[in-house]
């Protein structure tokens, strides 16, 4: 492996997709449809893949509606190591026997299906375009294991509040296929309407635990805070006590290094009880997985600060568009809304460079793409999270987009779901 190259590639192969699913970021976007360009891919493939150690066939689309992703195969067969990784995404609903067999006489080694749930009539409603033909897909590519390396079946599942009581079914319907692994991610509000389908929330760990007692008496606590205080301009003598309680939450969040945001706390309490229920189906899926012997990648209920990470640059990853340009990571391919912390944010798309007239060497080596992945190696520590933050309920500027954050970093990684595990990557 080259160490002036990425280890993971990416590609975009198309953004056209046969389903219209209600979470996709494709229902509040406006983007030219298009295919990656074969030719622009053979250019990719020679350059870079006797570099790399996986590659990566999925974007914002279905791969499967590519015209050519047969021949896309073959280039890949052709420049990549024999050591090598091809792994896809796909809906399912068009990977029939005929196209899985000759998918398979390339080295794909891994094939996740994206299913939130068995029961067909459900996952039509969440995912337009669905039909019973798809967990027939799904059965029969089980079937198919061990044929030319390929190895690995997984399943992906993005987890709501319409579906969350699914989640048992998904393992089990794993478990009597011989699936290998199932990846949890929560949904990503890209509009204010499905907001109510969240299942978590974005006040860390470390802030929850010292709030418990605002969380527990809302606005009521503050209230009774400010009237000591006024009571006391007016002469009275009665104790401080609400108001020295909130004065010791905060002074114990400064001494951790951790905000308090009361409004985002009071929203949260009104969901309180759908994210117990959460946490307590985690527990029972986790236990369940355990005795299936199935590998359950489950994301955060409550993210914690200290633990916020980048897992494309964990990984050395990069992902290419499919109009060739070369973006950090699968959030920002796309410029997007995003409803977060009860607030809009337009996250704008980022590119490096573009690989129809550079080198992806040059891209990934040049001083502003070194200089993004050398900042987010300590993202813990050196980017702000505004889940946190009181300013990001209340049109903070430095929410509005992710230009910039208020630590002084572009683009700004403030509010990325991702880096607290709450949205999952896979790579």
């Known amino acids: 492996m080259n160490p002036d190259m990425p280890q993971i590639i990416q590609v975009d192969v198309t953004n056209h997709c046969n389903f219209s699913c209600v979470m996709c970021l494709r229902q509040s976007w406006n983007e030219v449809l298009q295919h990656f360009s074969v030719d622009v891919y053979q250019k990719v493939a020679k350059e870079n893949f006797p ?3 996986k590659l990566l066939l999925y974007g914002q689309g279905e791969p499967l509606v590519h015209p050519a992703f047969l ?4 280039i890949s067969q052709k420049y990549l190591v024999k050591e090598a990784e091809i792994a896809f995404t796909t809906n399912g609903s068009l990977l029939h026997p005929k196209i899985a067999d000759k998918i398979l006489k390339y080295p794909v080694k891994e094939i996740v299906f ?14 337009r375009g669905a039909t019973p033909q798809l967990l027939e897909n799904i059965a029969y590519l089980t079937k198919l294991k061990g044929k030319n390396g390929f190895s690995r079946i997984g399943i992906e599942t993005v ?9 048992l079914n998904v393992i089990e319907y794993a478990a009597q296929l011989d699936i290998d692994f199932i990846v949890v991610s929560h949904l990503i509000p890209y509009t204010e309407n499905i907001q109510d389908e969240v299942l978590y929330t974005t006040i860390s760990e470390e802030s929850w635990e010292i709030s418990k007692l605002i969380l527990e008496q809302g606005w009521d606590i503050i209230k ?10 007016l002469g009275t003598s009665n104790p401080l006590t609400a108001y020295y309680t909130l004065n010791s939450l905060w002074k114990e969040a400064r001494e951790k290094n951790v905000d308090i945001n009361p409004p985002l706390l009071f929203e949260v309490k009104d969901r309180l009880p759908l994210i117990q229920e959460a946490q307590k189906i ?3 899926a986790q236990k369940m997985a355990t005795e299936y012997g199935i590998t359950v990648d489950l994301p955060k209920i409550v993210p914690k600060i200290e633990d916020r990470h980048c897992p494309y640059i964990e990984r050395n990853a990069t992902v290419i568009k499919v109009t060739g340009d070369v973006a950090p990571c699968f959030n920002y391919l796309y410029t997007h809304p995003l409803y977060i912390n009860n607030h809009f944010r337009k996250e704008y798309a980022i590119s490096f460079g573009n690989v129809r007239n550079q080198s992806l060497k040059s891209i990934w080596n040049s001083k502003r793409y070194t200089d993004f992945r050398k900042k987010l190696k300590t993202l813990n520590r050196d980017l702000p999270w505004c889940g946190n933050c009181p300013f990001s309920t209340a049109n903070c500027f430095y929410t509005e987009t992710n230009s910039y954050d208020c630590y002084g970093n572009a683009p700004g990684c403030n509010e990325c779901l991702f880096s607290v595990d709450i949205a999952k990557c896979l790579l």
């Not at 994206?114 to 995912?127: A, E, G, W």
């Open 159 to 167: 987890l709501m509040k319409s579906n969350l009581h699914d989640l």
């Open 71 to 74: 021949q896309i195969l073959e």
């Open 224 to 233: 009774k805070a400010t009237y000591e205080i006024f009571e006391t301009m």
């Open 51 to 53: 570099f790399i150690e």
């Open 282 to 284: 985690f527990h029972d």
């Open 114 to 127: 994206s299913l939130d749930t068995t029961d067909i009539l459900k996952l039509k409603k969440i995912r």
